[in-house]
């Protein structure tokens, strides 16, 4: 098969575009890896070896089977791919081929699913007998995407993979262990409970585990920070403004909340729903979460719930009862019996004898909405429409176009993604509006960034807010992922990146079309700034395309082009997301990065890039490819500028990154190293010296 790099999707080998969404694929003879963070889960089922001695092979396979198709179903249901059956083992993989940004959440939940499923089977029949023992980590891994099941090529590899292994082999029966980096990701929307360390075979240190207990809210939902919101006045008062205009106006009005990942969008939402209350209507939310239990409008689902107080345990029966009486308590029509049918239809439960078409039922969900509106004024929030079936689109626009003389605001929050699959969102609606969210100014930023240090008990650390919050790009899920990792690793280590930051920001690099992705690849080894030519150097072959990728790029807010440029006669760019650019960058195999900054460095040499930090970035691609002599040299050339622009600290440290590089045998120009290091760093000391005096005597000259 060849599986498809932008969706996922396994084609036959002789398909040249992917069937699911248009991609060019490419031959499955080729190797492509990647470096990615990735969720590995193990289910094993317990005692099932001396069991099966007792059985029949027939009645081995057959059993086998029936768990296989099981296990299968929870882990593709939740996003997962498996990877392998070993006996009654299952591998399954979360974050590749594509990543959806809340991997360890989605490979927790499907274990949790995984164990409850064969608990079934055992209720069933008493006599199987089943257990299992279940675990879930986190952490890099090398990724073979063209890696093909059926030639026996595994697509991870990497502590991650042997780590997730020796927890599932330890863990308690009937229970399911995550490791470290998948706690720290699903901390806050899964319960978990501490256990002891676990003395795994080949790790020199104990392996810290917690053990899940149960979701703590549904799939897709986040728990948002105690800390009051920051950086939001504006957004969030044109919002208030357009609930107070819907409420006292009997209007429908639908508003859209645009912006990537972690941006607040839901935080917005959540601080309208609380006006919404306080002033006497009523927000009901539903989310789309992309995966999980998803019917084509499990957001309007959700809301119908909710409004009809409908329980998760509830049978389809007493669930279509609950909607025929808050039908008739509202009294929708003439015959509530048969809109509460149809609203039942589109919440996906089984009714006898209904046989409407899609307007019928469109009309149907407006009667019922209107006649909640009419009992209050409510808010319907759509949260994460990016991921909703395009039927649940075409009902809120319906909604949007329909519902008449009522106060109904529905609100509807989505990453941009959905412009491009859905370009006429809220085209030709005359009531609707949209918001769109972007970073956080970086005096807000370093502002929640303090407060969240503060109420994490990280007040030390209060000096390194604004280096934290240029760090996360203005993003306030970034700047609290960061504050946390702070919080809880003892190495107080800033400079790794959490892995929920990188799969969120991995989500938005796969999003991209495969030929837009590989540009933005290319780019993270260039660097934050770079150029049209380096790009056309490394991939001669897309030289005719790379104009209209560049432009697509920029038009998805991820790379700006400048207005001047440092090399005459090239197209000069940059990354508006440092993020991004170092998601990439860590996204690519040694060896391609090596290659990649090697020939970075050839161009740049060509061109002759203007003095300045020149020798610096001709120093940095050539170490990186692994051109130590050329990356001394640059080194020295650099050192040699700082000093004489009495850098001398900068010039100490470009000394001693020479000095890493220089061969023990070259006993001669270590000396020469030593000794300019030498003086350097004794500068660099007297002008610290020269300051302090300086300031010391600036208050007596005042005086």
């Known amino acids: 098969m060849n599986r498809c ?39 094993d089922l317990v005692g099932f070896t001396s069991k099966s001695e007792q059985l029949d092979p027939e009645d081995v396979r057959s059993f086998l089977t029936v768990y296989y198709e099981r296990a299968r179903a929870e882990i593709e249901r939740f996003g ?30 499907a274990a949790m699913a995984v164990r409850d499923s064969i608990a079934d089977m055992d209720q069933a029949d008493p006599l199987l007998e089943l257990q299992v023992r279940a675990a879930v980590n986190t952490g890099e891994a090398i990724v073979e995407l063209s890696a093909r099941a059926d030639a026996g090529v595994a697509m991870v590899a990497g502590d991650v993979v042997n780590t997730a292994a020796r927890l599932q082999s330890n863990a308690p029966v009937n229970e399911v262990l995550v490791g470290e980096e998948t706690y720290a990701s699903t901390r806050t929307v899964i319960e978990y409970r501490p256990v002891e360390p676990i003395v795994a075979k080949g790790k020199t240190d104990p392996v810290l585990a917690w053990a899940a207990v149960a979701p703590l809210v549904e ?13 939001r006045g504006e957004e969030l008062a044109n919002l208030r403004s357009l609930w107070d205009m819907v409420s006292s106006e009997h209007r429908c009005s639908l508003v859209t909340v645009f912006g990537p990942a972690g941006i607040g969008k839901s935080r917005l939402a959540h601080e309208l729903a609380h006006r919404a209350a306080d002033a006497g209507g009523r927000a009901i939310r539903g989310r789309s979460a992309g995966y999980g239990d998803a019917g084509p409008y499990t957001a309007f689902a959700q809301q119908v719930a909710q409004l009809a107080e409908i329980d998760s345990g509830d049978e389809p029966e007493t669930a279509v009862a609950k909607i025929r009486a808050k039908a008739a308590a509202l009294a929708v029509a003439d015959d509530p019996d048969e809109v509460a049918d149809a609203v039942a239809i589109l919440a996906g439960l089984p009714v006898e004898g209904a046989a409407l078409d899609r307007e019928g039922l469109y009309f149907a969900a407006r009667l019922f909405v209107e006649a909640v509106a009419r009992e209050r004024p409510t808010m319907l929030a759509f949260e994460d429409i990016h991921f909703a079936d395009p039927s649940l689109l075409d009902l809120v626009e319906f909604l949007a176009s329909r519902v008449q003389d009522v106060p109904l605001l529905l609100l509807a929050t989505s990453r941009p993604d959905l412009l491009t699959s859905r370009p006429s969102w809220g085209g030709g609606l005359l009531a609707s509006s949209t918001i769109s ?3 956080l100014s970086h005096d807000d930023a370093v502002e929640l960034t303090g407060k969240l240090f503060e109420q994490r008990g990280l007040d030390e650390l209060k000096d390194r807010a604004g280096s934290l919050a240029l760090s996360s790009d203005g993003n306030p899920l970034f700047i609290e992922e960061l504050t946390a990792s702070l919080a809880e690793r003892s190495t107080r280590d800033a400079k790794q990146l959490p892995g929920s930051i990188r799969g969120i920001v991995a989500a938005r690099l796969d999003a991209l079309p495969a030929p837009e992705r590989a540009v933005v690849l290319d780019a993270s080894v260039v660097g934050k700034v770079f150029w049209r030519g380096a790009l056309e150097r490394l991939r001669p072959e897309r030289e005719e395309d790379l104009p209209a990728l560049l432009g697509s790029l920029e038009r998805r807010d991820l790379i ?33 990065r090596r290659r990649c900054h090697e020939i970075t460095a050839q161009y740049l040499e060509e061109v002759r890039l203007p003095a300045g930090d020149a020798d610096a970035t001709l120093a940095y691609h050539w170490r990186e490819g692994g051109d130590a002599e050329n990356a001394v040299r640059y080194l020295l050339a650099a050192a040699e500028v700082a000093g004489r622009g009495w850098a001398k600290a900068r010039a100490a440290t470009l000394y001693t990154q020479a000095l890493e590089l220089v061969p023990e045998t070259d006993e001669e120009l270590r000396r020469t190293i030593v000794k300019k290091q030498a003086v350097a760093t004794v500068a660099a000391f007297h002008v610290k010296d020269v300051e302090r005096d300086r300031r010391r005597q600036q208050p007596a000259a005042e005086g």
């Open 560 to 592: 700006r082009r400048e207005g001047s440029s440092r090399i005459k006669g090239d197209q000069q760019f940059t990354f508006k997301h440092g993020l991004i650019r170092e998601v990439a960058y860590l996204t690519l195999p040694r060896e391609e």
């Open 437 to 439: 969210l972007g970073p």
């Open 5 to 43: 790099s932008a969706c996922g999707e396994e084609n036959s080998e002789k398909a040249r575009f992917c069937q699911a969404c248009g991609t060019p694929l490419e031959s499955p003879s080729g190797t492509r890896q990647e470096r990615r963070v990735v969720s590995v889960l193990f289910v």
């Open 219 to 231: 799939a897709g939902e986040r728990v948002f920070s105690e800390v009051p919101l920051v950086g």
């Open 80 to 109: 997962g791919r498996v990877e392998k059956f070993i006996g009654d083992a299952v591998m399954a993989v979360f974050g590749a081929p594509v990543a959806y940004g809340d991997d360890p959440e989605r490979a927790v939940r």
